[in-house]
């Protein structure tokens, strides 16, 4: 059965994005998964990751992008068509993977974003639900679906919210990137209630950490002492560190990348061990 995860957090440049693609990457090359990811950020970040920026300019020209579908509603069009806009054999590894497949973002959602909220005036659909009524029959072509949220939890979030069955949230371990996290938890659990929801918290991941940093050691403490006393969800036992591999990973168009070593470290750097004991904790809480 397909799983849905949504990666949120309120705060900005945590790492959710680079997440997103190297989980959605090592899910498909190492754990021979199907994957599907869904880039909700108006950046663009995890769409030019994986198909590059060419392509995104092509596509987004074609209409072929997600910020199409909510333009529909907005002016009661329906241009955005799902199946010519889900770009197959995605990542710049193996000259593309054929089970990667991403549903673009585009760079437009800005201009359009305000008035999400104004399309159950114009339109017989909740705001919520525009995308779930798009996509939710083909997710079932997939072993996981991966969000790519924008760092808030606006309308957009609340669309891969309203498909998901988990929302993962990446910090980086220090005081401010953790401080909103119950905020997060407080919302998600609204956003049950409200819309009769159970989008249940995966978990948190550290990211960027720095093992010589005591101020991460002392976070990742206490984010553990809150996980065992129930008061947040659990702590990944996995911690991504902070590697300029990983900021590298995010170009399309890196020369001479080719394996999931090359991009990610060999085996037995801090790297990809990070990542493939990610994917394996994942899988572990999420199921295949
Ligand atoms: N483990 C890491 N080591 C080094 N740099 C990293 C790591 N993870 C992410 N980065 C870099 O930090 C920046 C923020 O990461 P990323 O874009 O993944 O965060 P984000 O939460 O998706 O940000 P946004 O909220 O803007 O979407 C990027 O420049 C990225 O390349
Ligand atoms: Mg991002």
Not at 75 to 104: A, M, Q, R, W
Not at 106 to 123: C, W
Not at 162 to 174: A, G, K, R
């Amino acid at each position: 059965m397909s799983k849905v995860i949504s990666i949120i957090n309120l705060k900005g440049g945590v790492g959710k994005t680079t997440i997103t693609v190297g989980l959605a990457e090592f899910l498909v090359v190492e754990k021979r998964a199907k994957v599907l990811v869904i880039d909700l950020d108006p950046q663009t970040n995890s769409t030019v990751s994986l198909i590059g920026e060419d392509e995104w300019a092509t596509r987004n020209r074609n209409d072929q992008t997600l910020y199409q579908l909510f333009k529909d509603q907005i002016d009661d069009t329906s241009k955005f068509i799902l199946e010519d806009s889900v770009v197959t054999h995605c990542s710049n590894l193996y000259g593309g993977l054929e089970n990667l497949h991403l549903l673009p973002s585009s760079l437009d959602f800005v201009q359009i974003q305000d008035r999400l909220v104004n399309i159950a005036h114009t339109a017989l659909i909740h705001p919520v639900d525009v995308l779930k009524r798009s996509v939710a029959h083909y997710i079932s072509n997939y072993d996981y679906v991966l969000i790519d949220c924008p760092p808030n939890l606006g309308i957009v979030t609340q669309n891969g919210l309203n498909i998901s069955d988990f929302y993962l949230i990446p910090t980086i371990p220090d005081h401010l990137s953790t401080y909103g996290i119950p905020q997060i938890i407080t919302s998600v659990n609204s956003f049950n209630r409200k819309t009769s929801s159970h989008v249940q918290a995966l978990g948190i991941i550290a990211s960027m950490y720095r093992s010589n940093v005591t101020r991460h050691q002392t976070t990742i403490k206490k984010l553990q002492s809150k996980a065992d006393a129930e008061e947040l969800p659990r702590l990944f036992e996995t911690k991504i560190p902070l590697a300029s591999k990983a900021a590298d990973a995010t170009l399309y168009e890196a020369e001479g990348i080719n394996t999931l070593k090359q991009k990610y470290g060999s085996a037995g750097s801090s790297l990809y061990d990070a990542f493939l004991q990610l994917t394996e904790e994942f899988i572990y809480y999420v199921g295949l």
